[in-house]
């Protein structure tokens, strides 16, 4: 399918290199310098997917490295001579007393007295012992994660998503300031550095922080790789490379289970899933700057460069990039952009009325979409078999989600399937409600579906952003976008807490209000498939004039020329 669109570019641009001459000048861009896609985009695409995974990794891992249901119990005093089995029969406190048995035990002066034993004879626990029969090593066990500090490995979790969050704004304004390509190689060896510190993490503060800096390097280098990306492609491929680098997730996702079934002690399973990055170092060297924002920021001699070597490697004509390359530049300073728009932040996407519409609607959607997206995985993850098979189970259901999504939104556009989803998702919430709890299938039913919905529309809002963001301010608006997500992921696992103090189907009616408003507000944001970016502010203010109004445009700006 990418190899039959390439040689409609080729073919397009051969004919615009014959022709160039004798026809009216039209309006030329980026993509058609260096190829709708070609082998120079396959080879930054490959690269960057191949090393989103381990990154993916990171995010993943505390599944196994902190999982639930490890065995433990008070540990044996010292001057104890019994066996282990005795010794945890003796000292468990009686059921009766409604603490956790595990965090408590009873006297062992009790115990050989046959005192009846109250709640304030029991003692805390200070050390245990674990059960290393099905995981020999755990952080939980490294750090005593129990009881009291259990705690500790929700905070983990939490901090994790701190990362994201100040990874998606940092990263997302630098990215847009000082370029793509140096924010990108930052953010790699700031993950890697910080993943394999983690694995020698003399205490769990200590680990912690590391894991902070671990997410705030894998986030911003998955942020800036998707806009890299689809800054890179002509329209045609824009939803088909923005969805498809999701993958890198979904391989991540099934692929963890079987490395940390090789890989059971936590210690080796950080560095496993860490060093494998290394290989990709090449990105040092492969991945180059973003020829639009070089277009945009008016770094001329690095932007001829890079379209040059792009250009030969997809083989486009060279006196047609030449001439047309040139074209381009004065095109663009005819328009450069004012330096107040150079330094465009976030708060510039809120100053004018159709740009505020649309990413006030668009900021709601990462909202939604994330919060009902983890909240549905908390609700329907528990398969009650085998965790690494569970876990790959839960990753191998979003593949379908993403394939159709890539056909879907590429030949139909964003808007309909994006708000269809969002609705259908919400209806599948809604429809679960009235469905008795002993129907076991139909009501796990329903929320997969809703789960598959919010698959795709995750996928889509990210192509969806890129598209209405102009290029000025394209990543920190993503990053936004991502922050905001966040947000939603971050609250998503109180809404059963909320749902037990109300209840039970209260959840499934958030979700569903969420959702289906949330897909109605889509209706209002523009159709962007096969549109060219917008560059500036004023650009993106104006998405939404009907094709029909361009062509109008384009034809009155061509008889100026004659």
């Not at 390509?181 to 205490?203: C, D, E, K, M, Q």
């Not at 450069?336 to 159709?354: G, M, P, Q």
């Amino acid at each position: 399918m990418w190899s039959s669109k390439k040689e409609e570019d080729c073919n397009s641009v051969q004919k615009s290199s014959e022709s160039f001459v004798s026809e009216p000048e039209e309006s030329v861009e980026v993509s058609d310098l260096i190829g709708g896609y070609g082998p120079w985009q396959r080879d930054i695409f490959v690269l960057l997917f191949l090393a989103s995974i381990p990154s993916a990794w990171h995010n993943l891992q505390m599944t196994f490295m902190a999982p639930k249901g490890v065995e433990f119990w008070c540990s044996m005093p010292s001057h104890l001579n019994m066996s282990m089995d005795t010794w945890r029969n003796m000292s468990v406190p009686p059921a009766h007393l409604g603490v956790d048995r595990r965090c408590y035990m009873t006297p062992f002066w009790l115990l050989e007295n046959n005192t009846t034993v109250q709640e304030s004879d029991l003692q805390k626990c200070t050390t245990w012992e674990y059960d290393s029969s099905f995981y020999p090593s755990t952080i939980i066990d490294e750090w005593d994660l129990v009881c009291d500090r259990e705690w500790l490995i929700s905070f983990s979790v939490s901090i994790y998503n701190v990362g994201y969050l100040v990874a998606v704004l940092v990263f997302g304004q630098l990215s847009d300031s000082v370029g793509r390509r140096p924010t990108l190689l930052f953010s790699y060896v700031l993950n890697i550095g910080a993943g394999f510190l983690s694995a020698f993490a003399p205490s769990f503060a200590m680990f912690a922080i590391l894991r902070f800096f671990t997410a705030v390097g894998g986030a911003g280098f998955y942020t800036v790789s998707f806009v890299i990306l689809i800054e890179m492609v002509s329209p045609a491929y824009r939803s088909m490379v923005g969805v498809a680098i999701n993958f890198g997730w979904c391989l991540a996702f099934i692929s963890l289970p079987g490395v940390a079934w090789i890989v059971r002690d936590w210690f080796w399973l950080q560095l496993a899933v860490t060093l494998p990055k290394l290989f990709f170092i090449s990105v040092f060297w492969v991945i180059p700057e973003s020829p639009r924002w070089l277009l945009i920021r008016g770094e001329k001699d690095v932007f001829r460069r890079v379209v040059q070597k792009a250009s030969r490697k997809n083989g486009i004509p060279v006196e047609y990039v030449d001439i047309e390359m040139e074209k381009l530049i004065v095109r663009s300073e005819d328009m450069r952009i004012t330096s107040a728009e150079s330094t465009a932040t976030v708060f510039d996407l809120f100053k004018t009325s159709n740009l505020r519409k649309n990413t006030l609607i668009l900021f709601f959607n990462w909202l939604v979409n994330s919060f009902i997206y983890f909240g549905l995985s908390y609700n329907t993850g528990d398969l009650h078999m085998n965790p690494y098979l569970s876990f790959f189970l839960s990753g191998a259901v979003e593949f379908p989600a993403y394939l159709i999504t890539i056909k879907v939104i590429g030949s139909i556009g964003r808007r309909r399937p994006l708000a269809i989803a969002m609705i259908l998702a919400g209806m599948a919430c809604a429809l679960a409600i009235p469905v008795p709890s002993e129907y076991t299938p139909l009501k796990a039913f329903f929320p997969l579906v809703g789960k598959f919905c919010i698959t795709a529309t995750f996928a889509t809002i990210y192509v969806y952003s890129a598209e209405i963001f102009p290029t000025v301010v394209r990543n920190v608006g993503l990053g936004t976008g991502s922050t905001v997500a966040r947000l939603g992921s971050i609250v998503a696992p109180f809404v059963r807490e909320l749902g037990g103090s109300t209840f039970d189907s209260f959840p499934d009616l958030l979700y569903s209000f969420l959702s289906v408003s949330s897909g109605f507000l889509i209706y209002f944001l523009p159709e962007t498939n096969n549109e060219p970016f917008a560059d500036t502010l004023k650009q993106a203010e104006n998405i939404g004039v009907s094709r029909k109004n361009d062509e109008e445009t384009k034809e009155d700006y061509i008889a100026s020329k004659i």
